[in-house]
């Protein structure tokens, strides 16, 4: 039987397209790793930890969680509990909006109607999508 998760982690999760953000964009911009929640006197904060903090935690079970999710689809989150520390992976709900999509329609959203509000620096895969979409809406017209 699975241990229920805390009121404050089931609050997050029921906010999808923003931890999905969340944890896509700071894949993208550090590399594969685990969002941790704290559940403070002001809310819920996130943050990430990178593979490299918990191979100098020697934390295996995590690190085996890190190697095996597939950040596109998935995200790893890290949380207290009275029982100890637990991390468990999410998987996009059947139907949902997996976090690459979730990003990628954020990221198209800020460059298109505010570029300062992007990132300096955006991965390959994304400006060629982009540049296929113009494309596309030039052939059109």
Not at 40 to 65: C, I, K, S
Request: negative net charge; glycine residues 6%.
């Amino acid at each position: 039987m699975e241990k229920p998760i805390p009121k404050f982690v089931d609050e997050v999760l029921s906010e999808w397209d923003f931890i999905a953000f969340f944890a896509y964009d700071n894949f993208e911009s550090a590399g594969r790793g685990v969002v941790g929640l704290i559940n403070a006197a002001e809310g819920t904060q996130a943050m990430y930890g990178t593979r490299d903090y918990f191979e100098t935690q020697q934390d295996h079970q995590v690190l085996q969680l890190l190697d095996t999710y597939d950040p596109e689809t998935e995200f790893l989150i890290h949380f207290d509990t009275p029982d100890g520390t637990r991390t468990i992976r999410i998987r996009t709900p059947e139907d949902g909006r997996h976090p690459k999509r979730v990003w990628f329609f954020e990221m198209l959203r800020r460059v298109t109607e505010d570029p300062e509000q992007g990132p300096e620096t955006l991965p390959s895969w994304f400006i060629e999508a982009c540049e296929q979409l113009e494309q596309l809406q030039r052939n059109k017209d």
